[in-house]
């Protein structure tokens, strides 16, 4: 249980949400197998592989989103059409029309799709209750937002915004990379990408080289800013943040995972151990990076 990419939402001021009445409300749309012609079916699942829809420790809050697609590839029923629509034209002695061949696909869609196989995927959200956030791990924008429409339909009143900071991540990644001083707890790693502001988007990525000199500066003086830059915080949890104050690639540095695997007896208590030493971490690294960002921006 180690997020690996990770978007940033501010809970309500008024958020009276608990772990009991999320559990309750959660049951109310647990995940169902996808039956007949759906293509998709969402909801809730076990993080744990148990009966409990909400896992909590240490006064954090986890819970996932499950869904089951049906896979039927375009290339499949574009295979069958056409083998059909031969022999239907070979019949007929003329060429199916566009409607014609529409109609014969969502056909074969509808014959195929009870018999397609159906992959499941999970989403975690992670409740910081104490600090009034909510983490959603997902490597893309869709993905996050797909949970978040389904908690807006299972629990009501309740609205996040996405986390604003007083200092945009492009203004403060520029600057510290122009300054080659990261903020107090961080060091600069050797991933970046620049892009310029004009028309043409230039953009100069630089992967495993060191972020330093007069070539980096250069870049910066011509008017490139930093969209993306890799980071560290206190030797403890790696990191590349980007324009968007989404944080990717997370990694917890062997440091951390060995204090877990050194306690845990079961996978059980190593779950619970991950969870407890994941969230303790990544809440004091968020706080570290909004004060490095200016702090919380709540217009």
């Known amino acids: 249980m180690w997020f690996k990419n990770i978007f940033i939402y501010r809970l309500p001021p008024d958020c009276k949400i ?3 009445s999320l559990q309750e409300k959660l049951a109310l749309k647990p995940l169902m197998p996808c039956s007949g ?4 079916s969402r909801g809730w699942i076990s993080c744990r592989g148990d009966d409990r829809l909400v896992h909590v420790a240490n006064k954090q809050i986890l819970f996932a989103l499950g869904v089951e697609q049906k896979l039927l590839p375009a290339t499949i029923i574009n295979r069958f059409a056409k083998e059909r629509a031969a ?5 007929q002695g003329y060429k199916l029309g566009r409607k014609a061949l529409k109609d014969l696909k969502q056909a074969i869609t509808d014959e195929l799709l009870p018999r397609a196989f159906a992959l499941q995927r999970t989403t975690y959200a992670w409740l910081d209750l ?12 869709a993905k996050a937002e797909e949970l978040l429409e389904q908690l807006g339909k299972t629990v009501d009143n309740f609205p996040v915004q996405l986390l604003q900071t007083q200092l945009s991540p492009v203004a403060a990644m520029t600057d510290w990379l122009a300054a080659e001083s990261a903020p107090a707890g961080f060091t600069i790693d050797r991933e970046l990408e620049l892009r310029s502001s004009d028309e043409n988007k230039a953009t100069v990525r630089y992967a495993n080289h060191v972020l330093e000199g007069k070539e980096i500066l250069g870049h910066i003086s011509a008017g490139k800013r930093v969209t993306r830059l890799g980071m560290t915080w206190n030797d403890r949890i790696s990191f590349v943040l980007n324009e968007h104050l989404q944080i990717k690639r997370i990694d917890f540095l062997d440091i951390i995972k060995e204090e877990s695997s050194k306690v845990a007896d079961n996978e059980d208590e190593m779950f619970e151990l991950d ?8 809440a004091k690294m968020l706080a570290a990076l909004t004060e490095a960002l200016g702090g919380e921006d709540k217009k």
């Open 130 to 141: 104490a600090n009034g956030r909510m983490i959603i791990e997902a490597a893309s924008s």
């Open 37 to 40: 012609l759906d293509k998709q």
């Open 275 to 282: 969870f407890t030493l994941m969230t303790g971490e990544l």
């Open 87 to 91: 022999d239907m034209e070979a019949q």
């Open 18 to 20: 608990t772990a009991a």
